[in-house]
């Protein structure tokens, strides 16, 4: 039975709940049509676990930034949490450990964000676990990636007297960050790509402006972005239609209300970010891959507010900065340098996404050319 002024959603079954109303293998359709029934907050049962999933700009702030502590904890109750035994920061409850870890890792990034280089803390510890063949290659690379990442280690365990700070959390911090920070921004690029060979004219188009603003430079820094409107028009609309991390898991941390109805503490929300990504009269174009999304009149860039790929409020995504200089060096690096084609061969694209914790497209071949140099 739904808890009095509990959001309304769809008759429940016994044990059951409404697991047989919902394709697991992607639920993103059903809440969609879940939605259009019985509004933008509504209740599901998964077995005897009722969830709130909260659909649509409008809803999702308020519950996320406007009653944001309400709103900020992380189920605990899942077998993810058997696994990460509720140590590292993606899935720690709100309190003092999630809170103290989260601002480590927050200050590392941005005292040592202001240059590119510096990100290198958290690449190397990527790239190191994600291809060890470079331990054995005599890179230059190598050194610094060692460095930096004893740079890393040694902060978390010199610099730290906090209770909350041991071994254990290391480790688990080290798998969230390598986690959260490696399948999210390779399968944007992908979807970038993908989209990019076959809308060649907006390819184009960001090639001549890069040409453009980079003219005698040899390297690209993030700060070009200002100087690159319709670039970063184009960065921000692939990451809109990637959808990279279509929902977010949260759990009340007390009694609240959203959009008038009641929610008991320690109640599973699902935030459903695809449905503000892609939610009518919040863009100009919602269901197509259209740049103008993000540019004004004038050619201005413009972000709009429903543009929430990283979330918002306490949980936001910690990464988001290193994001976001990520794919957009990475972006303009590649389309300076080479002109990406869809092989005649490969048929009609299929833009259809592959859904998981983070939505990747289909496999797909791509053609690669050497541009001249510029
Ligand atoms: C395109 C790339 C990325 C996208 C779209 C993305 C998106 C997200 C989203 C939607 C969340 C959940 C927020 C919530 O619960 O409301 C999240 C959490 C998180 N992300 Fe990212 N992320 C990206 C890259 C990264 C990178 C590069 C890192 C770090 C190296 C990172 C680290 C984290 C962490 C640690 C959390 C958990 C924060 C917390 O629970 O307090 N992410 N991300």
């Known amino acids: ?76 109750d899942m077998f993810i949490n058997e696994v990460t035994q509720r ?128 003219e005698g430079n040899c390297q690209a820094s993030f700060e070009d972005r200002h100087k690159m409107p319709y670039t970063q028009a184009v960065i921000h609309e692939v990451q809109r239609v990637a959808n990279t991390v279509p929902t977010a898991l949260h759990c009340t941390t007390r009694d609240t209300e959203l959009m008038g109805y009641s929610i008991p503490k320690g109640t599973l929300i699902i935030e459903n970010l695809t449905s503000v990504l892609n939610e009518e009269g919040q863009w100009k174009f919602p269901h197509e891959f259209n740049p103008e999304n993000f540019l004004n009149d004038q050619g201005e860039f413009v972000k709009p507010e429903a543009f929430m790929p990283f979330s918002a409020g306490p949980r936001v995504c910690l990464g988001e900065g290193l994001a976001r200089m990520e794919l957009f060096l990475m972006m303009v690096t590649l389309l300076r340098k080479f002109k990406f084609i869809w092989p005649e061969e490969a048929g009609e694209p299929d833009f259809t996404q592959v859904y998981g914790i983070t939505m990747s497209p289909k496999p797909y071949c791509m053609k690669v050319q050497l541009r001249a140099p510029q």
């Open 87 to 214: 140590k590292g920061v993606i899935m720690a409850d709100y309190g003092s450990s999630w809170r103290e870890h989260r601002r480590f890792h927050a200050n590392l990034m941005s005292s040592t964000n202001q240059k590119v280089k510096p990100s290198l803390t958290y690449l190397s510890l990527q790239l190191y676990d994600t291809f060890p063949v470079i331990r054995h290659l005599p890179l230059p690379f190598q050194k610094k990636a060692f460095q930096k990442s004893n740079h890393f280690f040694r902060y978390y365990v010199l610099d730290n007297g906090s209770s909350s700070f041991s071994e254990e959390q290391l480790i688990m911090n080290s798998l969230d960050l390598h986690g959260a920070g490696t399948d999210t921004t390779s399968n944007s690029l992908l979807t970038g790509f993908l989209y990019l060979m076959n809308y060649p004219h907006i390819q184009e188009r960001c090639q001549q402006e890069i040409d453009r603003v980079l």
């Open 1 to 76: 039975q739904r808890p009095n002024n509990f959001p309304p959603g769809p008759p429940v079954l016994p044990l059951l709940g409404n697991i047989l109303q919902l394709n697991l293998e992607n639920p993103l359709k059903d809440f969609e049509r879940l939605r259009k029934s019985y509004g933008d907050v509504y209740s599901i049962f998964i077995g005897r676990k009722p969830a709130v999933v909260i659909n649509g700009m409008k809803a999702v702030k308020e519950a996320i930034v406007t009653k944001a502590t309400d709103f900020a904890g992380r189920p605990q």
